[in-house]
């Protein structure tokens, strides 16, 4: 690929114009200027990046009053919960949306709907098994974190009821999928902000017991999130039903197409995979730092927890990444798909870049919205100081690997981050186990997967 593809007049050109789709925002997609559509589609997924950032947090400031075994009880069980939130809206979610945009891009509007009604169907069947795995070896992996006494007993309750939510985030967050894939961010950012202020008024409610409510414990976490965003979910199910929806759910006389189904998983499967190496790796990490103390536990998951504040980030720009470069490769205008991708990447880069830089800075202001406990802060501290300035790097693979949705094509991504879970967690463990370096060590080796995860997806998307 030649350096002048990123150059402005290569960017606005495109190739023999395909036969022009009926949808006015479709027509954005392929035609209008790269950088400005990208920034007006990101724009609405900042509302995304608030409504996570509020459902991390607030969840941490909640359960927090419970007690230092109850909060670290929650945050055995949270990357699971994560995981979960995840796929659904980047791994399996993503390729729902790649999908429907390729679909549409090609002027193919009746698959589009067949594919938005499959991926409902999909939505629920990911909701079982979810939660069926959640119920079945958390218990195992929560203990293998560390989890005794009280610590086990929160996260019992709190992953019991979470589990039971799986069905409200899965339906949610395909279904938001299907929306974005059509261009339309909007509506589905305004849906999940609306869900996420819901459960920050339902969930301490639930938590501490409010009026002829019953105090819950962590479990009222759990149960705050199943209640709220399956509101969300029934906003969107009635939106995708309506008649002025580009793509409809049209579950009259449509045969089940196996075809459909394998149209999600070639992108979805790998991006599950992903999506598990991400949490996996803090599940490790969580577990390393267990056994070097309750603090220290504590420590690194709030650090961590920032992570789960810079994925939203890179999914804010990355799903209208998905959207731009799955319509433009589906009309076949390869020159522009590669140039918003590096456009796209370079973005997210210079946004991840900025928060890992000023709260490496400035880590009290994160850390102490948690813990006082001057351990944990101690621990929280280093971690941020030393991985927060590689953040960067991590937005520029997370926002290739977005690029490479749209494409359709995630295998290479996915490897580079399973490369990264290995320098991370192994690193890590090394570190840790047979160098005896403590925390510093651990968290160098975090910092040195960041650099390799932006290092090979860069290499991958030169070579496509």
């Not at 402005?8 to 036969?19: D, E, F, L």
Request: charged residues 10%.
């Amino acid at each position: 690929m030649s350096n002048g593809i990123v150059s402005t007049p290569a960017v606005g050109a495109s190739a023999a114009a395909p036969q022009a789709p009926a949808a006015a925002r479709t027509r954005m997609l392929l035609e209008a200027p790269v950088l400005p559509t990208l920034l007006r589609l990101s724009a609405p997924n900042v509302l995304n990046l608030a409504a996570i950032a509020g459902l991390i947090t607030f969840d941490g400031l909640f359960v927090g009053r419970l007690g230092a075994d109850a909060l670290a009880g929650v945050s055995l069980v949270f990357p699971f919960v994560m995981f979960t939130q995840h796929t659904a809206a980047s791994g399996m979610g993503g390729a729902v949306s790649s999908a429907i945009a390729r679909a549409l891009g090609a002027g193919a509007r009746e698959r589009a709907n067949a594919l938005a009604t499959h991926a409902f169907a999909l939505a629920l069947g990911m909701a079982v098994v979810f939660s069926g795995l959640m119920l079945s070896l958390g218990p195992l992996v929560y203990r293998w974190m560390g989890g005794r006494g009280p610590v086990l007993e929160a996260a019992l309750a709190y992953s019991a009821a979470a589990s039971a939510g799986t069905v409200s985030i899965c339906v949610l967050n395909i279904l938001a999928n299907v929306v974005r894939g059509t261009g339309n961010m909007a509506f589905p950012a305004a849906v999940l902000v609306g869900s996420v202020l819901a459960h920050v008024v339902v969930s301490p409610a639930l938590i501490f017991g409010w009026g002829p409510v019953p105090a819950l414990g962590p479990a009222g976490a759990g149960w705050g999130l199943a209640a709220s965003f399956g509101i969300g979910s029934v906003v969107l199910f009635a939106h995708l039903r309506g008649r002025d929806a580009i793509v409809k759910l049209t579950f009259e006389g449509l045969p089940r197409r196996s075809d459909l189904y394998r149209e999600f998983f070639r992108v979805g499967v790998p991006g599950m995979i992903n999506v598990a190496i991400n949490n996996l790796t803090v599940i490790v990490l969580t577990g390393v730092a267990g056994h070097l103390g309750r603090q220290a536990a504590i420590g690194y998951a709030m650090g961590a927890r920032l992570e789960y504040i810079i994925i939203p980030l890179a999914f804010g720009f990355g799903t209208a990444l998905v959207a731009m470069v799955g319509t433009n490769w589906g009309a076949k205008q390869l020159r522009r798909a590669r140039a918003i991708a590096w456009i796209g990447a370079a973005t997210v880069a210079a946004a991840c870049g900025a928060v890992g830089i000023f709260f490496a800075l400035f880590p009290a202001l994160w850390i102490g919205l948690f813990s006082h406990d001057a351990e944990a802060m101690r621990v929280g501290t280093l971690y941020l100081r030393i991985a927060g300035p590689t953040y960067a790097l991590s937005g520029l693979g997370m926002a290739i690997y977005f690029a490479m949705q749209g494409v359709g094509s995630v295998v290479p991504a996915v490897l580079a981050n399973a490369g990264r879970l290995v320098v991370s967690a192994g690193g890590a463990l090394a570190a840790v186990a047979w160098l005896d370096a403590g925390p510093p060590g651990a968290f160098g080796a975090i910092a040195c997967g960041f650099a390799f995860y932006g290092a090979v997806n860069a290499y991958v998307l030169s070579r496509r």
